[in-house]
């Protein structure tokens, strides 16, 4: 079965630094998405992604942050300089987008931030 | 705006036993709900989906789920747990179609007792 696939699993970064959490969305998939997941809360919308331009994006999304599909395949999430409060879970998800199918998650990349 | 209210953040049942997971949105329009689960350092997976289409929804593993509009709920049901579904579920919600954003809620951790 299809799945969308997140690396590194694990990144410990130092504060101030960039990162770039990459996704490998289900080949057919027409809609991008990142998710963060903050230890002990809920998971929160950050940023959803269709033909090449962001859809729409949280509070959280702020110019720190940035999305790209640089090929055919590979969905990216920037974080420009790094802040402590950046520590969470990062999950990708990608949707078909022909109908209600629901959104299918990646295993997620936890990120340290130090 | 919408939102999701998970009752219980963790709930204990005997293998073999109802498993009941409440769940009640908010929503300015007909809403797309959802129930995700998370087992322990895994992403999450996607259990079910009411598409307005049947109110009562069947999922993966037995569970199944049922939209009540006059009380505004989609709980989670099975009817005998097993040791395997320990994991964290998720309600979430989408106001448009399953190519919006979710609104999550704050999860719901399940115990199962041998």
């Known amino acids: 079965e299809p799945e969308v696939t997140q690396t590194p699993s694990h990144q410990v970064t130092q504060m101030g630094q960039e990162v770039i959490l990459r996704c490998v969305p289900i080949?057919?998939?027409?809609?991008f998405y990142w998710y963060r997941q903050i230890l002990g809360q809920k998971v929160e919308f950050l940023v959803s992604?269709?033909?090449?331009?962001?859809?729409?994006k949280s509070e959280i999304f702020d110019d720190q942050f940035s999305v790209e599909r640089p090929d055919g395949s590979n969905f990216t999430l920037k974080i420009r300089s790094t802040k402590l409060e950046d520590s969470a879970m990062y999950f990708c998800?990608?949707?078909?987008?022909?109908?209600?199918?629901?959104?299918?998650f990646g295993p997620g990349t936890r990120l340290t931030v130090t | 705006a919408q939102s999701v209210t998970q009752l219980g953040s963790h709930v204990s049942v005997s293998e073999g036993a109802l498993v009941l997971l409440r769940c009640n949105y908010s929503s300015s329009v007909p809403p797309y709900l959802f129930w995700y689960v998370q087992y322990p350092n895994q992403g999450l997976q996607l259990l079910l989906k009411y598409t307005s289409a049947a109110t009562l929804v069947k999922g993966i593993n037995g569970f199944e789920a049922e939209f009540k509009k006059s009380e505004t709920s989609f709980h989670l049901t099975k009817p005998s747990a097993h040791m395997s579904d320990a994991a964290e579920y998720f309600c979430?919600?989408?106001?448009?179609?399953?190519?919006?954003?979710?609104?999550f809620g704050t999860g719901t951790r399940l115990t199962i007792i041998p």
């Open positions: 979430a919600v989408s106001e448009i179609g399953g190519n919006e954003k979710l609104t």
């Open positions: 992604f269709y033909n090449n331009e962001i859809s729409e």
């Open positions: 998800a990608s949707s078909e987008g022909t109908s209600v199918v629901g959104q299918y």
């Open positions: 080949s057919n998939h027409l809609y």
